[in-house]
């Protein structure tokens, strides 16, 4: 079976899944903690949430290709949601499209480098506060349905 008939097949196998499976272990490298689907409360849902130590919240937006990168501009509402905005992409993808307000990181399905710092516009602490303990409460969610997956959550 083809690459590709396996991703259809199984979603996990999916470019921008394994994309961000190599970011996460790339901040988790890093000492952060990341969450995939966060649903930020104006309806959209990033890729990648990341948290670092300090508090800080990083939002990345995933594009396995030019076409999922032109044909997605909703990456513009994320920005009030965290300190710092990312492009992550494989490395074929041309860096020069990757808008300069927002950090680019490269990737594959095992690992990922940042090649350009994202500019920091720090969170209200109101704002921060809620990220986080929505980070929180979807992180002890997911934790719950894995251990418990009867539970109904």
């Known amino acids: 079976m083809s690459d590709l ?4 097949r199984d979603p996990m196998l999916q470019p921008g899944v394994l994309l961000a499976r190599g970011i996460a272990r ?14 930020l409360a104006n309806g959209r849902r990033a890729d990648l949430m ?4 300090k508090g800080d919240i990083l939002i ?3 594009k396995s290709s030019i076409e999922d990168f032109r044909s997605d501009r909703k990456w513009t509402e994320y920005r009030e949601f965290c300190d710092a905005l ?3 992409v ?3 993808f041309p860096s020069d499209l ?5 950090g680019l990181i490269v990737a594959d399905r095992f690992q990922a480098e940042i090649l350009r710092a994202a500019p920091v516009i720090r969170l209200v602490p109101a704002r921060r506060k809620a990220l986080t303990l929505r980070f929180a409460q979807l992180a002890a969610q997911r934790l719950h349905r894995l251990t418990d997956p009867a539970s109904g959550l």
Do not use: K, M, Q
């Open 26 to 39: 790339a901040f988790n490298a890093l000492g952060c903690v990341t969450l995939t689907e966060v649903t």
């Open 98 to 102: 990757i808008p300069s307000e927002c």
């Open 50 to 53: 990341v948290l670092d130590g």
């Open 60 to 62: 990345v937006e995933v």
């Open 5 to 8: 008939l396996r991703a259809v």
């Open 86 to 88: 990312y492009f992550a």
């Open 90 to 92: 494989p490395d074929h």
